[in-house]
């Protein structure tokens, strides 16, 4: 089993590879630029932050790129450390999506390099650093490296009048022990695009728009659950992937990194607050206020009774029998290993680690299942690279999985779904983006302390 200590090892081989290749003189202007850089942010009048984030902003700048259109993208790492950005969602080749772990060079102290890719799938990405953290909570997640990633496709059939984009993150203060003696993170702020409730602008609206909201949660370990007071929210795509059913619903759930683009109908004017619904995640910001135009006031909230979530009311409305040949089946078993009051726990897949947790090499073209079986007491949000992946059976209880057979959904793409503690869930895709993929939990914390794995294509 793979030690702190090799972690730590490995980060600084990471931070020695060799460097995405140097920007020189006869190179194209590139299509967009990004500096890597330290930066102050006040979150509210008593949290002034130092963190680090995209061109100076939390969260960075809005990227709009055209699908199969191919762009270039400089970026420019002013920080003390070697750094890597994220493409996160697009079927991108290995070198370039981000992920050191796949053979993308980190971009050395100092240096500029450049990604080159054609963008695809259509829809809501997003991009963010995937760094090591370990017990330091201004790297990683834990800081402001992250930023909106929108794929137009060639026709947007949409009705809408306004978007929206909106970014829920938590700003660390210190680690703490939980009850089992490992080391959590505790949170001092939580803000949306950067800002805690009452500090930032307004959303400002006009009574009868249909808005579009894109919410992305760019927390590093935390689950949130959003709603609009006086509003209902229709879902129409997950992760950026339109869903077969969509639904109105009187709240979102999103897991880190996961994303929710729902249709709001500005029919009830006035002034309003969309925030998380826990009264105490709320207190510590994670809140903005709604206005209608002309309307003044105090904002006004509505605390829902219960929180109500399931992936699987979004799912197609038959579930017709495949006439392809059956997924070849993927078993993942992950569980966790405490080492002693204070210490950081290991977390497995297959009974080992990143690196040596492995499965057998995908073949290009062929149908997978991938069974997570959670046998550990926390909720994960798994994260497939390169890839989206088809929602397939979800929370069945590992203590009535013995002869069960789940309910199959089917239409639903992701490329992160939260597994429920002790609950086993399938899902599927097509190996059909050759090169190394890596699967891990988007849970900073746990990836950093072994939850990963590489698919590796034959």
Not at 133 to 151: E, K, N, P, V
Not at 249 to 254: D, I
Not at 382 to 404: D, I, K, V
């Amino acid at each position: 089993m793979i030690s702190r200590r090799d972690l730590l090892k490995l980060s600084v081989l990471a931070g020695i590879a060799p460097s995405l290749p140097a920007i020189g003189g006869d190179l194209p202007p590139p299509d967009y630029k990004i500096d890597i850089a330290p930066v102050t942010l006040d979150l509210s009048p008593r949290h002034r932050l130092k963190t680090t984030a995209y061109n100076g902003q939390v969260p960075g700048a809005l990227l709009r790129f055209k699908e199969n259109q191919p762009v270039s993208i400089e970026v420019t790492n002013h920080t003390d450390r070697p750094e890597v950005v994220h493409w996160h969602g697009l079927f991108t080749p290995p070198d370039v999506d981000g992920a050191i772990e796949e053979g993308t060079p980190p971009i050395p102290v100092g240096a500029s390099a450049r990604y080159t890719f054609t963008p695809r799938p259509a829809g809501f990405r997003w991009y963010h650093t995937h760094t090591m953290a370990m017990d330091d909570l201004t790297r990683g997640q834990y800081s402001g490296q992250h930023g909106f990633l929108m794929i137009e496709p060639r026709e947007n059939s949409a009705r809408y009048d306004q978007e929206i984009f909106l970014a829920l993150h938590d700003w660390a203060g210190y680690l703490l022990a939980n009850e089992d003696g490992a080391m959590n993170p505790s949170y001092a702020v939580a803000t949306i695009n950067g800002k805690a409730m009452g500090f930032g602008e307004p959303l400002q609206v006009k009574q009868g728009q249909r808005v579009l909201l894109h919410v992305l949660n760019s927390s590093a370990t935390e689950v949130h659950w959003i709603s609009l007071a006086g509003h209902t929210l229709r879902v129409v795509a997950l992760d950026g992937n339109p869903v077969p059913t969509p639904r109105p619903v009187p709240m979102l759930r999103l897991a880190p990194a996961e994303r929710v683009s729902a249709v709001v109908e500005m029919d009830n004017p006035g002034i309003w607050v969309l925030g998380e619904v826990r009264k105490h995640v709320q207190a510590l910001g994670m809140a903005v206020i709604l206005e209608y135009q002309n309307k003044k006031g105090p904002a006004r909230w509505e605390q829902p009774s219960d929180l109500v979530w399931n992936y699987e009311q979004f799912a197609a409305a038959q579930t017709a029998q495949r006439a392809s040949a059956p997924a070849m089946l993927v078993p993942l078993v992950f569980e966790s290993t405490f080492r002693g009051h204070g210490a950081m726990e290991a977390w497995t897949i297959n009974g080992e680690s990143y690196p040596n947790a492995k499965v057998a090499p995908l073949i290009k073209g062929q149908r997978y299942r991938l069974q997570f079986v959670n046998k550990s007491m926390d909720a994960h949000p798994l994260h497939l690279h390169r890839h989206s992946f088809e929602l397939r059976t979800l929370g069945l209880p590992l203590a009535a999985s013995n002869g069960a057979a789940p309910q199959e959904i089917q239409g639903i793409m992701k490329d992160v779904v939260l597994i429920d503690a002790q609950t086993r869930a399938e899902v599927e895709f097509t190996a059909d983006n050759p090169g190394a993929s890596l699967f891990h939990c988007h849970q900073q914390n746990h990836m950093d302390l072994g939850f990963m794995m590489l698919f590796e294509y034959a």
